[in-house]
Nanobody, 120 residues
Framework: VQLEESGGGLVQAGLSRRLSCAIS????????MGWYRQAPGKQRELVAN????????NYADSVQGRFTISRDDAKSTMYLQMSSLKPEDTGVYYC??????????????WGQGTQVTVSA
């Protein structure tokens, strides 16, 4: 399974940005997926995820109401729409998925990350 994020960059506070995560990997099925971020000097944290099973969506309190996670299975792509960006949203954003093979958990995979910098 390979993941490739795109869409990062420099953006002014208050504006919007959409991140994409292209997922490839043929024989595997993708269940849970999510976006994480890591700010300088801080631990990686969950931003938003879609759980396996019923597809429940969860958001970190800090982004609730501003960010939207979605998936387009036809395009094998996951998105993170970020609105009303704040300087504290700055960080490296990573996408992650749980891959299954023949109905059994195979592994957790991560992209290389994309930098988002929000200027005041």
């Amino acid at each position: 399974v390979q993941l490739e994020e795109s869409g990062g960059g420099l953006v002014q506070a208050g504006l919007s940005r959409r991140l994409s995560c292209a997922i490839s990997g043929g024989s595997f099925s993708i269940n849970a997926m999510g976006w994480y971020r890591q700010a300088p000097g801080k631990q990686r944290e969950l931003v938003a995820n879609i759980t396996s099973g019923d597809g429940t969506i969860n958001y970190a309190d800090s982004v609730q109401g501003r960010f939207t996670i979605s998936r387009d299975d036809a395009k094998s792509t996951m998105y993170l729409q970020m609105s009303s960006l704040k300087p504290e949203d700055t960080g490296v954003y990573y996408c992650s998925v749980d891959a299954y093979y023949r109905g059994r958990f195979y592994g957790e995979y991560w992209g290389q990350g994309t930098q988002v910098t929000v200027s005041a």
